[in-house]
């Protein structure tokens, strides 16, 4: 069993930085992806960034070269650094966790392990 809970959301203005932060407990192990998905109101789910045991990455095309992805294995946290955030960035951004590898990483039907989601809002 995987609990995650995401912190570090806030209200911030276009251009500007925030980081996200998820602790995760229940002590995974093998091979897995961590991700950070989104959703805006009235907007479907979408992925964001998606990190798996291995260390290797992928980003949507919308967030690549602003956002980044990385695991704290020591302090067991998932962050999401987000820079030069513009106003579609906002959004209520969950972290997930899954069994899974490759290109099932991607797929958010594959993540069995969700948080309660922080917001991030950003102003133009």
């Known amino acids: 069993q995987v609990h995650l809970v995401e912190s570090g959301g806030d209200s911030v203005q276009a251009g500007g930085s925030l980081n996200i932060s998820c602790a995760v407990s229940?002590?995974?192990?093998?091979?897995?992806?961590m991700a950070w998905f989104r959703q805006a109101p009235e907007k479907e789910r979408e992925g964001v960034a998606v990190?798996?045991?291995?260390?290797?990455?992928w980003y949507a095309d919308s967030v690549k070269g602003r956002f980044t992805i990385s695991k704290d294995n020591a302090k067991n946290t998932l962050n999401l650094q987000m820079n030069r955030v513009q106003p579609e960035d906002t959004a209520m951004y969950y972290c997930?966790?899954?069994?899974?590898?490759?290109?099932?990483?991607?797929?958010?039907?594959?993540?069995?392990?969700w948080g309660q989601g922080t917001q991030v809002t950003v102003s133009s």
């Open positions: 990190i798996d045991s291995d260390g290797s990455t």
């Open positions: 997930a966790f899954a069994y899974t590898w490759g290109a099932y990483c991607s797929d958010q039907t594959h993540y069995n392990y």
């Open positions: 229940g002590d995974p192990f093998g091979t897995y992806c």
